[in-house]
Structure formats: structure tokens, C-alpha cells
């Protein structure tokens, strides 16, 4: 099965990082974020994908077909004009890399790869900008088994601030950061049958706004619930805690 990703916004909230580069390649731990959603991907046996690139999409290609030298170690021979590359680290990848406009909308961008995935019987798709330990497998699974055209995971936000632990009007302690108000958003983890493709016009057409209700409204929208660990980066704060995960060695959505 094949992952389309979507890496080609501006990702104005994190401006301190995306005037260097996309925000897709703001690094976790050494890595771009989009390495950990592909390594995510490939731990569930997803290993063909097609990213949408967009704003500075030229760093996104320059990355991979540079990915020995990012990934090796690598002797430079100048007086022969040699290189070397030891002990290779090799993803099982196939990374097909498409400029989809800087403007397009998220639909645009779907639209604008659909020769790529027209002929699949489904195929994942999600945004280059947050990490989770969803089950994509089990996701997949039950896109399979419920027979519809759409499959959205549906997730609990994370909490952004601390509650206090009332009695009346005395404080009696503090939970840190509780998970939302009960309510289930878009995780932004689909599972998608390529018929949703005619639901797209052009590229003017948010995927989040008219797609999916429609979907919805023709009842071809199923939810995959996850209840584990989600968290986009669309801040310097939300990116600085997942490189705090990530060093500490607890990053819940290292799953390879």
C-alpha cells in the first residue's frame, strides 16, 4: 500500500523554523519529522510513499537523494575527487517526490498526485507535521472490513494546559495537562479509497472542508478511534517537548 504525505504548506505558527525549511524537515532528534512519520509508516509494512512537496520543496529532494551521506558515515577522497560511504543504512523505500504547488490546499495536493494512486485499491494519507502510535495496520484493516470509500482516525487532543483539582473554591491539586474535553477530532491518519479523488475540484479545495463532508453527509466516513499518543507540531513549544521526548528516549511513537 502506498502513503501519500502532505509536506508542502508554509507552517506560518513554527515561522522561527520554516523560513530555513519546510516544515516537514524541522528536525526531531537529528531527523526531520517526515523521517519519523515514514519510519511510523514502514514499522506497519508501509513502505511505497508519494510526498507532496510545495514551499521549499527543493530541500525535500536534496534530502533524500542525499540520504546516504545524511545517514553514513562517508570519506571524502579530494586529491582523487573519491567518495566513500561506510556501512549503509538503507530504508526498504520508494519515495516518489511530487511539486504540488506553494498555494494548492490540501485537496489541490491530493488531487494534483492521483495519477499515482488512481489505479490502488487504497491508500494512506496524512500530514507531515505530527507524530502518534496509532496501529496503522489495524487501520488499515478496518478500512477494508467496513467496505466504504473513507477511514479518518479519530483521536483525543492533548491537553494544552494544566487543570487545577477543585473543591468549591479551595485548590486541592493540579493535573498536568489533561487530555481535551472528551470530544474526538481528526487525527489527520486516513485511509482512503480512490474514488474520494472526484470529490476534489481543483486546487482551491481544502480536503478538511468540502471532501470529507460530503463523505460524511453520503455516509462513506468511518472512524478508526485511537486512544494512545498524537501530538502535531504546529508550535516552537510542541516541537521543542517531542526533542525532549525524543532525547530522553521516551518518544511513544518510536515503534521501529
Known amino acids: 500500500m502506498k502513503a501519500v504525505i502532505l509536506a508542502g504548506g508554509l507552517g506560518t505558527r513554527i515561522s522561527e523554523e520554516t523560513h530555513l525549511r519546510p516544515k516537514p524537515m524541522i528536525e526531531i532528534g537529528g531527523h526531520p519529522i517526515l523521517w519519523h512519520i515514514m519510519k511510523s509508516y514502514s514499522a506497519h509494512g508501509v513502505n511505497d510513499f508519494v510526498i507532496c512537496c510545495g514551499y521549499k520543496g527543493y530541500m525535500i529532494k536534496?534530502?533524500?537523494?542525499?540520504?546516504?551521506?545524511?545517514?553514513?558515515?562517508?570519506?571524502?577522497?579530494?586529491?582523487?575527487?573519491?567518495?566513500?560511504?561506510?556501512?549503509?543504512?538503507?530504508?526498504?523505500?520508494?519515495?516518489?517526490?511530487?511539486?504540488?504547488?506553494?498555494?494548492?490546499?490540501?485537496?489541490?495536493?491530493?488531487?494534483?498526485?492521483?495519477?499515482?494512486?488512481?489505479?490502488?485499491?487504497?491508500?494512506?494519507?496524512?500530514?507531515?507535521?505530527?507524530?502518534?502510535?496509532?496501529?496503522?495496520?489495524?487501520?488499515?484493516?478496518?478500512?477494508?472490513?467496513?467496505?466504504?470509500?473513507?477511514?479518518?482516525?479519530?483521536?483525543?487532543?492533548?491537553?494544552?494546559?494544566?487543570?487545577?483539582?477543585?473543591?468549591?473554591?479551595?485548590?486541592?491539586?493540579?493535573?498536568?495537562?489533561?487530555?481535551?474535553?472528551?470530544?474526538?477530532?481528526?487525527?489527520?491518519?486516513?485511509?482512503?479509497?480512490?474514488?474520494?479523488?472526484?470529490?476534489i475540484p481543483d486546487d482551491s479545495c481544502s480536503w478538511e472542508s468540502d471532501p470529507l463532508n460530503q463523505l460524511a453527509s453520503q455516509q462513506q466516513l468511518m472512524a478508526f478511534e485511537h486512544s494512545g499518543f498524537w501530538q502535531p507540531m504546529d508550535t516552537l513549544r510542541e516541537k521543542n517537548m517531542l526533542e525532549e521526548l525524543w532525547n530522553s528516549g521516551r518518544a511513544p511513537w518510536k515503534i521501529w
Not at 530504508?91 to 494548492?104: A, F, I, N, Q, R
Not at 489541490?108 to 487504497?122: C, N, S
Not at 502518534?132 to 487532543?157: W, Y
Request: proline share 4%; hydrophobic share 35%.
Open 62 to 199: 536534496e534530502y533524500f537523494a542525499n540520504y546516504f551521506l545524511h545517514m553514513s558515515d562517508v570519506t571524502f577522497d579530494m586529491q582523487n575527487n573519491r567518495m566513500e560511504v561506510h556501512e549503509r543504512h538503507a530504508e526498504p523505500w520508494k519515495v516518489t517526490l511530487v511539486d504540488t504547488g506553494e498555494e494548492t490546499m490540501t485537496g489541490g495536493r491530493l488531487k494534483r498526485v492521483a495519477r499515482y494512486i488512481q489505479d490502488e485499491e487504497a491508500f494512506c494519507f496524512t500530514y507531515g507535521d505530527g507524530v502518534s502510535d496509532v496501529n496503522i495496520a489495524e487501520s488499515i484493516r478496518f478500512h477494508r472490513e467496513h467496505g466504504k470509500s473513507a477511514t479518518v482516525t479519530a483521536v483525543l487532543p492533548p491537553g494544552r494546559y494544566g487543570a487545577l483539582e477543585r473543591q468549591g473554591v479551595q485548590v486541592a491539586g493540579f493535573t498536568e495537562k489533561p487530555r481535551g474535553d472528551g470530544g474526538w477530532i481528526n487525527g489527520g491518519y486516513f485511509v482512503l479509497s480512490p474514488e474520494v479523488l472526484q470529490l
